[in-house]
């Protein structure tokens, strides 16, 4: 592979660590350029249609995923079937119970927040006897040693699929969030936006996304790295698309980064842990910095 042979090539002359000869590392950075990209262009929506709660719930939802799969027999570093399964499951009933209660959607999004982890958290102290721990944590918080040749190709697959649903009516969910009114008329008109169907499009996102990212930042901090970049971004863009833009620079940055940080100065934390602990601290830094007065303002919407 291309990025192998140059990382090999970095090693050799002296300016990359010994670690990034490995495939291992290779098949991390991959990762971490296909996930990074997808969690940004999709974090735009999420803030935007201020769903920050519901992703955040949805990731919690994979805890119960994990356990799920490795009861019905799933093996226990790739409960895909199961982890999928749960999160769209999850994420299709919240929002349908959503457009059939008057209960205040942070509520209700608690309420399901609730059950996901407390369920999750049961399952998981039945199964931790049946498997190793460590395997745990490396689903739960993300960990580069366990991304393999099949992980990529499972993630090449969610990322065409999402990037065709993402070009194809990206922009139709934009302006749906934000003037909800206008593309009901509009739709009248001919150019249906179909307002609910792009809602329900969303859920199935956040939940193909999810399952791509447990790998590299986990299932419990994926909901973290969906928010996180898109507010940064909020807060020093002017206008729709440097928002977008400088959203997708900022996560996939935070997760090269969190990848390859930990490696090259031998920190023994998860890769997860990490990028959100990368893209936190950037956050931190534009608010200081917003405050001090050395950066203007969002533009309004």
């Known amino acids: 592979m291309i990025m192998q042979q140059?990382?090999?090539?970095?090693?050799?002359?002296?300016?990359?660590?010994?670690?990034?000869q490995y495939p291992f590392v290779t098949y991390a950075l991959?990762?971490?350029?296909?996930?990074?990209?997808?969690?940004?262009?999709?974090?735009?929506?999420?803030?935007?249609?201020?769903?920050?709660?519901?992703?955040e719930a949805v990731g919690h939802?994979?805890?119960?995923?994990?356990?799920?799969?490795?009861l019905l027999g799933e093996p226990a570093t790739q409960p895909i079937a199961a982890l999928f399964g749960f999160c769209l499951s999850f994420a299709l009933i919240l929002h349908w119970v959503k457009s059939r209660t008057q209960v205040p959607y942070d509520a209700l999004v608690g309420v399901f927040l609730a059950f996901a982890i407390a369920l999750g958290a049961a399952l998981l102290l039945y199964v931790a006897k049946m498997v190793n721990v460590h395997i745990l944590e490396n689903v739960l918080f993300g960990s580069i040693l366990t991304v393999t040749p099949n992980d990529l190709i499972l993630l090449g697959l969610i990322s065409l699929v999402?990037?065709?649903?993402?070009?194809?009516?990206?922009?139709?969910?934009?302006?749906?969030?934000?003037?909800?009114?206008?593309?009901?008329?509009?739709?009248?008109?001919?150019?249906?936006?179909?307002?609910?169907?792009?809602?329900?499009?969303?859920?199935?996102?956040?939940?193909?996304?999810?399952?791509?990212?447990?790998?590299?930042i986990g299932a419990v901090l994926v909901g973290a790295l969906l928010l996180i970049p898109a507010t940064t971004a909020r807060l020093i863009s002017h206008n729709l698309r440097g928002f977008f833009i400088r959203t997708l620079?900022?996560?996939?940055?935070?997760?090269?980064?969190?990848?390859?940080?930990?490696?090259?100065?031998?920190?023994?934390?998860?890769?997860?842990?990490?990028?959100?602990?990368?893209?936190?601290?950037?956050?931190?830094?534009?608010?200081?910095?917003?405050?001090?007065?050395?950066?203007?303002?969002?533009?309004n919407g």
Do not use: H
């Not at 805890?63 to 799920?68: Q, S």
């Not at 997760?255 to 950037?282: D, R, T």
């Open 61 to 70: 939802g994979a805890l119960t995923g994990v356990a799920v799969g490795i």
């Open 6 to 20: 140059w990382l090999a090539s970095g090693v050799e002359q002296g300016w990359l660590p010994e670690i990034f």
């Open 249 to 299: 620079i900022i996560s996939t940055g935070s997760c090269v980064a969190g990848v390859v940080l930990p490696m090259a100065f031998e920190i023994p934390i998860p890769s997860g842990a990490a990028i959100v602990l990368l893209a936190s601290s950037l956050f931190l830094v534009v608010v200081l910095l917003r405050q001090l007065g050395w950066l203007q303002t969002q533009a």
């Open 30 to 55: 991959i990762a971490a350029v296909m996930v990074g990209p997808l969690l940004g262009a999709l974090g735009t929506l999420v803030v935007v249609k201020r769903l920050a709660f519901f992703s």
């Open 162 to 216: 999402s990037w065709v649903m993402i070009w194809r009516y990206g922009n139709q969910a934009l302006m749906s969030a934000l003037q909800p009114e206008l593309a009901r008329v509009q739709g009248a008109g001919g150019r249906r936006a179909r307002v609910t169907l792009l809602d329900y499009g969303f859920v199935l996102l956040i939940a193909l996304i999810t399952v791509a990212a447990v790998k590299i």
